[in-house]
């Protein structure tokens, strides 16, 4: 049923609150039978067939589902039928973007509101990932501009009560799906979530919605057994939710803190001054949030990056097409694609201060000769010591999504291949000596990002310029984005002249004949260590809470005792704080269970998963240097 039309949140679950309780046990098994039910448009409504004699009418208000009345079933049950529900929990969730005015006449000048996409590519989206689904849009978590904490005479002012209790009915969303766990997260939890979310973003609390809607389509996409779907993400994405919701919901939050905790709904543009741009490389983007398209990263004449986006509603498919989609600067009438090998002259532009570039009515650009990569000002960024670009780049993964400056995250390599490794990821060596995992930035079947590092893979001895964005999670592993040829090294990458000396590995589809390998010297490289086993422990037992619940914990060996004799004894002290509070139920003076919240389990949890975190970030950063 991908021909459905979106959906609100709040219209999702006005249909699953008038559900009688006999039939809210039904819902999920009735999802799975409506993935089969025929989908027809007309008029201006949408027709789901059920069968023969029941069929459910959507009617579009601006192509979307607004309200529960919008969902119309023929049924002798309706409107508390479980049709409508079904229908409804398949379609798009809609992020009312649509619907909001733009911030100011700058603003709108820009174009309509597109992802960011440092956002969306780190964000799960691609590449590695990410924070929020700051990609922009429901991953931006954009809400109400008026929504958002304001300053007045330079002071912030504090969150207001409905502010408050938005972030609190995140974190009792949140803390509900921990509860549950993955297997036990059906529709009832995941509504309830986007219901939080719905009332998260019409407050201002932009950053908790982006997380708690990257939650919602990791719940949705583990329901459905989609190939991207990891459980590592969605602790991450979990993790986020609940640290952001938690903090803002505390009375003693201060006010200076607060602004930076709701994040913002769109990103004001500024004038540039005249901008002469360099293509560097084009990049695929797929969000969680439903977003996709590509980000191309140009570079000025002082070397700074920024990003021009083509990003809209669709998944791997639309990115696989959108490289070839025409710049949204001028009419200089270049392709993404295009642009990355060439340059531009631009004026009037305008740009965020994250260095996105904006598409106004009033840009004027033409195409400009562009650079290679050996040649000044890319060159620079492989002049730049490692060292300091492992720090930027971690401090940058640090920071929400969209709030990064355009290419802080990325590093610039240069490093001689030295074979396979495990899975598709390739084995280098950098100037340095130092060993590094080239992998695969997204494993969508529709980008070539894996076909390629499976090539490189057997091209021992070549020497390559590689710009490629950390995994956090694992040790000098670089998702690899685009390679070209070191300068100096002869001809062991032969690549077409259309090409101008690099390959975006998303796009560009290498072939065997382009690849000859150098001298295929021996190297005393080994691929670095997956990790510390210890923080991997705990890191296992922090995703079995969100794939098993508090339920499963609660019978679990936890083995702290492993922690102890790491000496990770915090680590040790905070699994067996999450077993105790999953253990724990209040009972009554008749030994029977009371309510319980899950308050206490989902604290617990929460300081295991950021401990495991902060650690695990500083063992792999440092997992870069001699």
Same mark, same amino acid.
């Given at each position: 049923?991908?021909?459905?039309?979106?959906?609100?949140?709040?219209?999702?679950?006005?249909?699953?609150?008038?559900?009688?309780?006999?039939?809210?046990?039904?819902?999920?098994?009735?999802?799975?039978?409506?993935?089969?039910? &025929?989908?027809?448009?007309?008029?201006?409504?949408?027709?789901?067939?059920?069968?023969?004699?029941?069929?459910?009418?959507?009617?579009?208000?601006?192509?979307?589902?607004?309200?529960?009345?919008?969902?119309?079933?023929?049924?002798?049950?309706?409107?508390?039928?479980? *049709?409508?529900?079904?229908?409804?929990?398949?379609?798009?969730?809609?992020?009312?973007?649509?619907?909001?005015?733009?911030?100011?006449?700058? @603003?709108?000048?820009?174009?309509?509101?597109?992802?960011?996409?440092?956002?969306?590519?780190?964000?799960?989206?691609?590449?590695?990932?990410?924070?929020?689904?700051?990609?922009?849009?429901?991953?931006? %978590?954009?809400?109400?501009?008026?929504?958002?904490?304001?300053?007045?005479?330079?002071?912030?002012?504090?969150?207001?009560?409905?502010?408050?209790?938005?972030?609190?009915?995140?974190?009792?969303?949140?803390?509900?799906?921990?509860?549950?766990?993955?297997?036990?997260?059906?529709?009832?939890?995941?509504?309830?979530?986007?219901?939080?979310?719905?009332?998260?973003?019409?407050?201002?609390?932009?950053?908790?919605?982006? @997380?708690?809607?990257?939650?919602?389509?990791?719940?949705? @996409?583990?329901?459905?057994?989609?190939?991207?779907?990891?459980?590592?993400?969605?602790?991450?994405?979990?993790?986020?939710?609940?640290?952001?919701? *938690?903090?803002?919901?505390?009375?003693?939050?201060?006010?200076?803190?607060?602004?930076?905790?709701?994040?913002?709904?769109?990103?004001?543009?500024? &004038?540039?001054?005249?901008?002469? $741009?360099?293509?560097?490389?084009?990049?695929?983007?797929?969000?969680?949030?439903?977003?996709?398209?590509?980000?191309?990263?140009?570079?000025?004449?002082?070397?700074?990056?920024?990003?021009?986006?083509?990003?809209?509603?669709?998944?791997?498919?639309?990115?696989?097409?959108?490289?070839?989609?025409?710049?949204?600067? %001028?009419?200089?009438?270049?392709? *993404?694609?295009?642009?990355?090998?060439?340059?531009?002259?631009?004026?009037?532009?305008?740009?965020?201060?994250?260095?996105?570039?904006?598409?106004?009515?009033?840009?004027?650009?033409?195409?400009?000769?562009?650079?290679?990569?050996?040649?000044?000002?890319?060159?620079?960024?492989?002049?730049? &010591?490692?060292?300091?670009?492992?720090?930027?780049?971690?401090?940058?993964? %640090?920071?929400?999504?969209?709030?990064?400056?355009?290419?802080?995250?990325?590093?610039?390599?240069?490093?001689?291949?030295?074979?396979?490794?495990?899975?598709?990821?390739?084995?280098?060596?950098?100037?340095?000596?130092?060993?590094?995992?080239?992998?695969?930035?997204?494993?969508?079947?529709?980008?070539?990002?894996?076909?390629?590092? =499976?090539?490189?893979?057997?091209?021992?001895?070549?020497?390559?310029?590689?710009?490629?964005?950390?995994?956090? %999670?694992?040790?000098?592993?670089?998702?690899? $984005?685009?390679?070209?040829?070191?300068?100096g090294t002869g001809d062991g990458l032969r690549l077409p002249p259309s090409w101008s000396g690099h390959a975006d590995?998303?796009?560009?589809?290498?072939?065997?004949?382009?690849?000859?390998?150098?001298?295929?010297?021996?190297?005393?490289? =080994?691929?670095?260590?997956?990790?510390?086993?210890?923080?991997?422990?705990?890191?296992?037992?922090?995703? =079995?809470?969100?794939?098993?619940?508090?339920?499963?914990?609660?019978?679990?060996?936890?083995?702290?005792?492993?922690?102890?004799?790491?000496?990770?004894?915090?680590?040790?002290?905070? $699994?067996?704080?999450?077993?105790?509070? @999953?253990?724990?139920?209040?009972?009554?003076?008749?030994?029977?269970?009371?309510?319980?919240?899950?308050?206490?389990?989902?604290?617990?949890?929460?300081?295991?998963?950021?401990?495991?975190?902060?650690?695990?970030?500083?063992?792999?950063?440092?997992?870069?240097? &001699?």
């Amino acid at each position: 049923m991908s021909d459905l039309p979106a959906v609100t949140a709040p219209a999702l679950a006005e249909t699953l609150d008038a559900l009688p309780g006999r039939l809210r046990k039904k819902v999920d098994e009735a999802v799975t039978r409506a993935a089969a039910w &025929p989908v027809s448009t007309a008029d201006g409504h949408v027709t789901i067939t059920v069968d023969d004699s029941t069929t459910v009418t959507l009617v579009l208000t601006g192509g979307v589902v607004r309200t529960g009345a919008d969902a119309r079933c023929s049924c002798l049950l309706a409107p508390n039928c479980l *049709h409508r529900v079904a229908v409804l929990a398949l379609a798009p969730v809609h992020d009312g973007l649509d619907d909001e005015p733009e911030l100011d006449a700058q @603003a709108a000048e820009t174009g309509p509101p597109g992802a960011d996409p440092v956002s969306a590519m780190d964000g799960r989206e691609s590449p590695a990932a990410p924070a929020d689904p700051d990609l922009a849009s429901a991953a931006d %978590g954009r809400a109400a501009p008026g929504a958002s904490i304001t300053a007045v005479g330079g002071e912030p002012q504090p969150l207001s009560t409905r502010q408050r209790a938005a972030a609190d009915g995140l974190w009792r969303a949140g803390a509900a799906v921990l509860a549950a766990g993955t297997s036990g997260s059906g529709l009832v939890l995941r509504t309830a979530l986007l219901r939080a979310v719905h009332e998260a973003r019409a407050n201002g609390l932009h950053r908790a919605a982006a @997380a708690g809607t990257r939650v919602a389509a990791g719940l949705q @996409a583990m329901r459905e057994a989609q190939p991207q779907f990891r459980l590592a993400e969605l602790t991450d994405d979990l993790r986020d939710l609940l640290s952001v919701a *938690h903090r803002l919901r505390d009375p003693a939050l201060p006010d200076e803190q607060a602004a930076e905790l709701l994040g913002v709904a769109r990103r004001g543009y500024d &004038p540039q001054a005249g901008l002469r $741009l360099y293509g560097l490389c084009t990049v695929p983007v797929v969000a969680e949030s439903g977003y996709a398209g590509t980000a191309t990263y140009v570079v000025d004449r002082d070397g700074r990056l920024w990003t021009v986006t083509d990003v809209a509603p669709g998944g791997a498919d639309r990115a696989a097409r959108s490289g070839d989609t025409v710049v949204a600067l %001028g009419e200089a009438g270049l392709t *993404h694609r295009e642009l990355t090998r060439a340059g531009m002259i631009v004026s009037g532009g305008t740009a965020s201060s994250s260095g996105r570039l904006g598409a106004g009515r009033a840009v004027r650009a033409v195409r400009a000769v562009g650079a290679g990569w050996s040649e000044q000002p890319l060159r620079g960024l492989w002049e730049q &010591p490692l060292d300091e670009q492992v720090s930027r780049a971690f401090a940058a993964l %640090g920071e929400p999504a969209g709030d990064r400056t355009a290419g802080a995250d990325l590093l610039f390599l240069t490093v001689v291949v030295r074979g396979k490794a495990a899975g598709d990821a390739v084995l280098a060596e950098t100037a340095g000596g130092a060993a590094v995992l080239l992998t695969v930035a997204d494993d969508h079947p529709e980008l070539a990002y894996r076909d390629n590092l =499976r090539l490189l893979g057997t091209a021992a001895g070549l020497e390559l310029l590689v710009v490629g964005r950390p995994e956090p %999670g694992r040790r000098a592993s670089v998702a690899a $984005l685009s390679i070209g040829l070191a300068p100096g090294t002869g001809d062991g990458l032969r690549l077409p002249p259309s090409w101008s000396g690099h390959a975006d590995l998303g796009f560009d589809r290498l072939h065997r004949s382009q690849l000859r390998s150098g001298d295929g010297a021996a190297s005393t490289a =080994r691929p670095p260590a997956t990790g510390d086993p210890a923080l991997q422990l705990l890191r296992r037992h922090v995703e =079995r809470m969100v794939a098993g619940g508090r339920a499963v914990h609660a019978l679990a060996d936890t083995q702290e005792r492993s922690l102890r004799r790491a000496r990770l004894d915090l680590g040790a002290y905070l $699994l067996a704080s999450v077993t105790a509070a @999953a253990r724990h139920r209040s009972r009554n003076v008749f030994g029977r269970v009371t309510s319980d919240d899950g308050e206490g389990f989902a604290r617990a949890w929460l300081a295991a998963a950021v401990y495991e975190a902060a650690a695990t970030q500083t063992l792999i950063e440092a997992s870069w240097r &001699p």
